[in-house]
Nanobody, 129 residues
Framework: QVQLVESGGGSVQAGGSLRLSCTISGYTYSSVCMAWFRQAPGKEREGVASIDSGGSTTYADSVKGRFTISQDNAKNTVYLQGNSLKPEDTAMYYC???????????????????????WGQGTQVTVSS
């Protein structure tokens, strides 16, 4: 079965950096869209960034220029590097995966979390002012 395991969350002061990792196993489809979502208390889960099998990336406006999504195909791992972190970045961050052989990855991210069938357990990021 497909498993996603995240790591790298923690607490950091505003202006600091964190790198999240997500390793996927058991995925057998030829095309995959990997994404990071986040959910703050009392708010809906929102898409942060996505990357497809070819390396094309998409970002939410709120993180453009500060976050970078990347992948290491040899390690089946996706990373989310967050720089210049703000208190409003505080949330539980989730890694997710979806088939992307019919619909483009950036479209899947825009459509939202219901389009992603595989999820990690989440990792907490807390940014203090």
């Amino acid at each position: 079965q497909v498993q996603l395991v995240e790591s790298g969350g923690g607490s950091v002061q505003a202006g600091g950096s964190l790198r999240l990792s997500c390793t996927i196993s058991g995925y057998t489809y030829s095309s995959v869209c990997m994404a990071w979502f986040r959910q703050a208390p009392g708010k809906e889960r929102e898409g942060v960034a996505s990357i497809d099998s070819g390396g094309s990336t998409t970002y939410a406006d709120s993180v453009k220029g500060r976050f970078t999504i990347s992948q290491d195909n040899a390690k089946n791992t996706v990373y989310l590097q967050g720089n210049s972190l703000k208190p409003e970045d505080t949330a539980m961050y989730y890694c997710a995966a979806a088939r992307a052989d019919i619909v483009s990855c950036w479209v899947l991210l825009h459509w939202g979390p219901s389009r992603f069938g595989y999820w990690g357990q989440g990792t907490q990021v807390t940014v203090s002012s």
